[in-house]
């Protein structure tokens, strides 16, 4: 009892609200705009940290870390280019709604539906971390090998023009994504020499490229005064209540991205493509998905929130981050004198609930700074052309510069960029599978590589062990149904 | 007219993205290397002179290491108080630029301006592993080296409840089953994996590596048991070594902390102890030797900082300091070292 006494007097004290207002509104100028990713941003605040009271910067970090990867979505739906690569699923619906003169409603859902995702990863951090953390370890080789199967399944599902354009696509994605040293073997590929491509293709590179320069190109070719013509706007809010129908849909997309978030070395991307795989499986308006459909929205924005809380779990339980924002947030912790891993619980249970938390509060004071920031937003689509395509290009060579500080990440987004404005003109209109492809290619070859190690070569290792081979099948039925529904 | 625009902005792209290609890769590398770079390149022509003014703006440290990471975390360390004895009272700001094994950032800094606003952290695998495979520019001794700060053991952990207590009985093990045990490591170039390859080597016996991204996923895969061993270092499974999850067997470097007092060194195997992931503070190659001693000044004197002293201890390191001549050395002779070990498994010619 004592130990929640003192958890809420650290958190109802003015420098853990003002800590916690900050951080979400760093994180959510950061998330907004293309390039500058969520770990940019939490980076950028860690040297603040240092001087802090631990719990206070901790909770910096993790608020940064929510309103980042939500905010993401806020660029996506309004001017067609993710914030981060998180957002590049409610991209396709997002700005379809914007066009329908939709954004308030596609924001409110996108809003509401992360909170309701990362809420939901925050009460599992709280109840369940030490079990899933475990669960997640029983994750090797060959499981990830499928994981990343199931993923690339995922093509087929958003390929709408035909499997085989989808599967180009992918092939050519996953192509692209052995460019650099092979991690398991050493072997240079495709480097010619440049020590900057030892280091493969960026996939946020190649997102900014695909998806935000070439829309600029796209909106120089048509013309227009602005992004959104002048269809009647509806500036209808979406509040809470009316979120009724849309609960199921989002509770299995928040099943989906905590199960993704607590698996380590994976990605919020990656749970949103897989949420909105599953939900439009089983909608009953799949026809919608990718032409504005709302439900496909809540599904991948609950989802890429739903990574947040999970991918606390093996940072915090185990000392292992879920992805490349917590392993920052582990540096973090470890200058400030905390050992994340089995210890930290039990030496600083204070530390620990104030965080567990600490996470929950960050989410509703998100929700509160972006309801006031929602109706400013959404209004960017108002501004003239002149205005939006210079700005945004901008600020992709700035964000591409920021991944690594590195003039090389730009040429990559400015290559794309072209590429994602020649490939539509010839028949490819979705180029989604892509990115897929190039997030996914490492994760199924690199551990295909290594369950191909620890097997002495064996194929059967992917089927004997039960765990990957449920997997495998849930990827095999779900390309299978994805064909079935063609005919 | 649309057409025009849309030609007119696709053609000014591809040039921009040409002269970018064309300018991006020279050694002389004045370009986008560095953020807080000024048109300051008269820097270099002004010191000429005895009595040299530096630093007169920010110090960026560059880290070809993740944010988060331990070099990285090093460097930040040093950012922290690393003013206080250098002149001027200028910033010292924390760059990471990662992949490719570190190449990227390793480069980078081979090719910034030689003015000492630029200077690299690195562990040893980048100059004296790395440059073997002969895919980069630099090699061990292209750099103008500042300082050695710290040295991470590199240890060999195995589950509390296997069947080996000793890496005697490890070694036992793999002459009776060759290839069978398996030892998770970071990076095929990474210092534990030589290392290790270099105990075998000796000892004559095969263990198969499982090489993954990093030691945070080498841990993962050890605590789940997917490999009977972790390889790397001793910091990162500190914590479970404390709560009794695991036992550190072997310690392949020199440096010994509290938790692992106990482990086999490579010495008391009658080897030489080949394991240590050093960490230390490069410059450009031909930087003024005027502002390499100002640097290597700071450096030694910034070893006995006390703040800096605390964040070790947070982190779980020692502070190991070598001068520059003196950390050359060492780069040098591991280089060589190496160059055999990577000979016998047939890496190189």
Not at chain 1, 397 to 411: C, P, Q
Not at chain 2, 127 to 132: A, C, R, W, Y
Not at chain 2, 228 to 239: L, P, Q, R, V
């Amino acid at each position: 009892m004592d130990i929640i006494v003192s958890v809420l007097q650290n958190l109802f004290s003015l420098q853990a609200l003002l800590v916690l207002v900050l951080g979400s509104a760093v994180g959510m100028v950061v998330g907004t705009i293309p390039g500058l990713s969520a770990s940019m941003g939490v980076a950028l605040m860690l040297p603040f940290t240092f001087g802090m009271e631990a719990s206070y910067g901790v909770l910096l970090l993790v608020s940064v870390y929510c309103s980042s990867i939500y905010s993401g979505s806020i660029s996506a739906i309004l001017i067609n280019t993710p914030g981060t690569s998180a957002s590049a699923a409610s991209m396709m619906d997002g700005f379809s709604l914007t066009k329908q003169g939709k954004a308030r409603q596609a924001l409110d859902i996108s809003l509401n539906a992360s909170i309701f995702g990362g809420i939901f990863s925050g009460v599992l951090l709280l109840l369940l971390a030490p079990q899933i953390a475990k669960a997640a370890l029983t994750f090797g080789p060959p499981e990830y090998f499928a994981l990343g199967v199931l993923g690339l399944s995922i093509i087929a599902g958003v390929s709408d023009e035909g499997l085989l354009k989808g599967l180009i696509l992918g092939g050519f994605g996953f192509l692209i994504s052995t460019i650099g040293i092979d991690p398991v073997s050493g072997i240079y590929r495709y480097t010619f020499g440049n020590s900057n491509l030892t280091a493969g293709i960026d996939s946020v590179s190649a997102m900014i490229g695909l998806f935000a320069i070439s829309e600029m190109f796209n909106q120089l070719e048509i013309g227009a005064k602005r992004m959104v013509q002048a269809v009647k706007v509806d500036n209808e809010g979406i509040g809470m209540r009316k979120m009724k129908p849309y609960v199921p849909t989002m509770l299995k997309s928040s099943v989906i991205g905590s199960i993704i978030g607590a698996i380590p070395g994976t990605g919020s991307a990656i749970a949103a493509f897989m949420a909105y795989r599953q939900a439009k499986a089983s909608s009953k308006h799949p026809e919608e998905y990718g032409k504005g459909s709302l439900e496909a929205l809540s599904a991948a924005e609950s989802a890429k929130n739903a990574v947040t809380g999970s991918a606390m779990i093996p940072m915090m339980t185990l000392g292992i981050p879920g992805d490349a924002v917590t392993a920052i947030m582990l540096g973090g912790f470890t200058i400030q004198g905390l050992a994340p891993g089995p210890q930290l619980f039990e030496k600083s249970p204070i530390l620990v609930y104030t965080i567990m938390i600490g996470f929950l509060l960050a989410n509703i004071v998100m929700m509160l700074e972006a309801r006031v920031a929602i109706k400013a937003f959404s209004k960017i689509s108002n501004i003239s052309n002149h205005y939006m395509i210079p700005i945004v290009m901008a600020c992709c060579v700035v964000g591409a510069f920021a991944i690594n500080n590195n003039l090389f990440a730009v040429k990559i987004a400015l290559i794309f960029g072209v590429m994602g404005y020649i490939l539509p003109k010839l028949g490819f209109k979705n180029l989604v599978p892509i990115l897929i492809a190039l997030i996914l290619g490492p994760i199924v070859e690199q551990n295909f590589s290594r369950s191909l190690v620890l097997s002495d070569g064996g194929f059967g290792i992917f089927f004997t062990r039960p765990l990957s081979l449920i997997i495998l099948l849930i990827a095999a039925g779900s390309i299978l149904l994805g064909l079935r529904k063609k005919k | 007219m649309k057409r025009r625009s849309v030609g007119a902005a696709v053609v000014l792209t591809i040039v921009l993205g040409f002269g970018l290609l064309g300018c991006g890769n020279s050694n002389t590398g004045t370009e986008g290397s560095s953020a807080n770079k000024e048109t300051e390149t008269t820097s270099s022509a002004e010191t000429t002179s005895n009595s040299v003014n530096y630093p007169k703006k920010d110090i960026e440290i560059v880290v070809p290491y993740a944010a988060g990471g331990s070099t990285d975390m090093v460097a930040r360390a040093f950012a922290q108080v690393l003013s206080n004895y250098l002149p001027n009272n200028v910033n010292i700001a924390v760059v990471n630029v990662t992949g490719g094994n570190n190449i990227v950032g390793t480069q980078e800094v081979y090719s910034a301006n030689p003015d000492g606003y630029t200077i690299g952290c690195i562990a040893a695998a980048p100059l004296s592993i790395v440059p073997l495979y002969g895919e980069t520019e630099f090699t061990h001794d292209s750099f103008e080296t500042i300082a050695q700060v710290t040295s991470i053991a590199q240890v060999l952990a195995v589950s509390a409840n296997s069947e080996w207590n000793t890496i005697e009985d490890v070694i036992t093990y793999a002459k009776e089953n060759p290839n069978a045990f398996t030892y998770g490591v970071g990076g095929k170039t990474n210092v534990s994996n030589l290392a290790l390859s270099y105990l075998m080597m000796q000892e004559g016996v095969q263990m198969k590596s499982v090489v993954y991204n990093g030691n945070s996923e080498v841990l993962t895969a050890f605590l789940g048991g997917h490999v009977n061993a972790y390889t790397g270092a001793a910091t990162d499974i500190k914590e479970y070594v404390e709560s009794g999850e695991a036992k550190i067997l072997l310690n392949m470097g020199s440096v010994v902390e509290d938790f692992y007092a106990d482990a086999t060194t490579m010495e008391d195997l009658g080897y030489e102890s080949v394991g240590d992931a050093y960490t230390g503070f490069i410059a450009p190659p031909d930087t003024p030797d005027e502002i390499m001693e100002i640097l290597e000044t700071a450096f030694e004197k910034a070893m006995e900082d006390e703040t800096l002293l605390a964040t070790y201890a947070n982190i779980g390191i020692q502070p190991v300091f070598l001068n520059r001549a003196e950390f050359q050395e060492l780069i040098s002779q591991t280089f060589e070292r190496n160059k055999e070990v990577l000979k016998y498994l047939g890496e190189i010619e």
